[in-house]
């Protein structure tokens, strides 16, 4: 399902002469021995996922199909940037079926929270929050304000179905509401950080409500997992790219830009940010992850990649196969001076963007580029493409000796966000 190709990476080193390393990381992965092990729960997610509660979101979405017309995920980092990554992808920008999915309690931003209340007042809304804790204070704040307004519209009893609820499996302040008042809950796994979670009920059930076949999600999931499962360097493209993003950074490359040509995919793009940057960016080490979407940012971003400072490698992604496409018309007046592609298609040109693209930066600009290939942007791709990444992040995060599970950073910042908003107990 999934292809990689290092041909124009330029690399100084052979990346099978990594092969004992793998070996030994993937023995590390899988037998659940390296740091953070407690948090690798989704190795084994795509055989060992809760099936019960599989059949249970399922049949929430059944139940609920038709009563509404806005779904709103409520969540911050991996609580939601997995489900809205996946939504766009397999549905489109513009999708002709299922509900308006918005996404909030991942900002502080006033005019933002203002205009979603506004702009949901005569919607029919069921609200997602997704909280392991139910503390975190962007998902917190945001939800507090959704509760208020939807109580105020549907009343307490109409809520309990119109709110869903993805949490702790036993304890926190949003698990404890969640029984008193009644909402449906899913389960934020202990085993598996927020990153890794798109999988778990986390991100299954923002798909299933938004009208994705999560079957389907899964059983490409499950086939990356037989397919994945081995240390042969030779076998294994999730592990050749770990290597060589290893390898790059050797050369002195220390950022990795993410390339897509399809602006559906542009999510793909901030979910895989933060699955590379929160896991490897530690310890005064890792690559800067970084995306764009050609060609449209060829006309920004551009001039940079192709004559710029030579700090980075980009790693494109191409799709054999788009989930829509279109022929170009002729104009007998052809004022555009396009007639020249009458009767292409478009997706055609857009790929033909994408290599005389590929071959200025190699060319030209020596740019080290990385090609991952996707068959299309459906559901089953989803689920592979997800564990490819998965893999290719804790490989390559276990060859710099960190663990890939933790993110002691991140704590800093809200340390100091909540001493000046006088949060008891943070006092200087």
């Not at 549905?91 to 702009?119: A, C, D, W």
């Not at 104009?331 to 001076?337: G, I, K």
């Not at 002691?408 to 008891?424: A, D, Q, S, T």
Request: hydrophobic residues 35%.
């Amino acid at each position: 399902m999934i292809s990689f190709d290092a041909e124009h990476g330029f690399l100084k080193e052979d990346i099978l002469s990594y092969q004992s390393d793998v070996t030994r990381i993937h023995h590390m992965i899988h037998e659940k021995t390296g740091a953070g092990n407690d948090f690798l729960g989704w190795v084994d997610l795509p055989r060992d996922y809760n099936k019960e509660e599989f059949d249970r979101i399922q049949q929430l979405a059944a139940k609920l199909k038709g009563k509404y017309d806005t779904l709103i995920v409520c969540g911050i980092g991996g609580s939601y940037l997995g489900a809205a990554a996946a939504i766009d992808m397999i549905r489109g920008l513009y999708p002709e079926e299922g509900p308006e999915v918005l996404f909030t309690g991942n900002t502080f931003s006033s005019t933002y929270m203002s205009q979603i209340l506004k702009h949901i007042e005569n919607k029919s809304v069921v609200l997602d929050v997704v909280s392991k804790s139910g503390t975190t204070t962007e998902t917190a704040l945001a939800f507090r304000m959704l509760r208020e307004f939807m109580e105020k519209k549907y009343g307490k009893e109409e809520c309990k179905w119109r709110i869903v609820v993805t949490t702790d499996r036993a304890k926190g302040t949003l698990k404890a509401l969640a029984d008193q008042e009644g909402y449906e809950e899913f389960v934020v796994p202990d085993d598996i950080g927020g990153r890794y979670s798109v999988l778990s009920a986390v991100g299954l059930v923002p798909m299933a409500l938004a009208g994705i076949d999560i079957n389907k999600v899964m059983e490409g999931f499950a086939a990356a997992y037989k397919d994945l499962d081995t240390d042969d360097l030779k076998k294994n493209p999730a592990y050749r790219y770990g290597v060589t993003r290893r390898i790059l950074q050797n050369q002195g490359y220390n950022v990795e830009m993410f390339v897509t040509y399809e602006p559906q995919m542009r999510l793909v793009g901030e979910w895989w940010k933060q699955l590379f940057g929160e896991s490897e960016g530690k310890d005064g080490k890792g690559i800067l992850p970084d995306s764009v979407t050609f060609s449209t940012d060829l006309h920004s971003m551009g001039q940079f990649i192709q004559q710029g400072n030579k700090l980075l490698f980009e790693t494109g992604i191409k799709v054999n196969h788009p989930t829509e496409n279109l022929t170009i018309p002729d104009d007998p007046a052809n004022f555009d001076q396009m007639n020249y592609l009458s009767g292409k298609d478009l997706d055609w040109v857009n790929k033909m963007a994408q290599e005389g693209t590929l071959q200025a930066h190699v060319e030209d600009g020596h740019v080290p580029n990385l090609m991952i290939t996707l068959d299309d942007m459906k559901e089953y791709t989803f689920g592979y493409m997800c564990y490819f990444f998965f893999l290719a992040c804790a490989m390559t995060c276990y060859m710099l000796d960190i663990n890939p599970f933790n993110q002691p950073g991140v704590e800093i910042y809200k340390r100091n966000m909540f001493h000046l908003l006088g949060k008891p107990g943070y006092e200087k």
